[in-house]
């Protein structure tokens, strides 16, 4: 079974950045895209990025666009979420998820990832 965990959160004033991590465990990890989720209190999960296998294909939400970079290195199972230029909205959990079927290159709705992190706390003062 594959686990994912998440660090590199914290508190950061607006204007400020912060890298995100998730190791993974499990042989999966090159074969599987990888996406960053984020949920706000009283919000519903949203879509951040994702990533495909070889790194080769992103997407991105709109509103994280030219600030937020995901990235991974397989050799290390482990997937990236630069976050620049952060806002107070930015704050949320953020979890990382690995997709691992075939089908869709860069998968953007959380229901079709199949395993997940627990979470990291990213929140940004005003």
């Known amino acids: 079974q594959v686990q994912l965990v998440e660090s590199g959160g914290g508190l950061v004033q607006a204007g400020g950045s912060l890298r995100l991590s998730c190791a993974a465990s499990?042989?999966?990890?090159?074969?599987?895209?990888m996406g960053w989720f984020r949920q706000a209190p009283g919000k519903e999960r949203e879509f951040v990025a994702a990533?495909?296998?070889?790194?080769?294909?992103?997407n991105y939400a709109d509103s994280v666009k030219g600030r937020f970079t995901i990235s991974r290195d397989n050799a290390k199972n482990t997937v990236y979420l630069q976050m620049n230029s952060l806002k107070p909205e930015d704050t949320a959990v953020y979890y990382c998820a690995g997709y691992q079927r075939s089908g869709i290159v860069v998968p953007t709705d959380g229901h079709e990832y199949d395993y997940w992190g627990q979470g990291t706390q990213v929140t940004v003062s005003s």
């Open positions: 499990g042989r999966t990890f090159s074969s599987s895209a």
């Open positions: 990533i495909s296998r070889r790194g080769r294909g992103t």
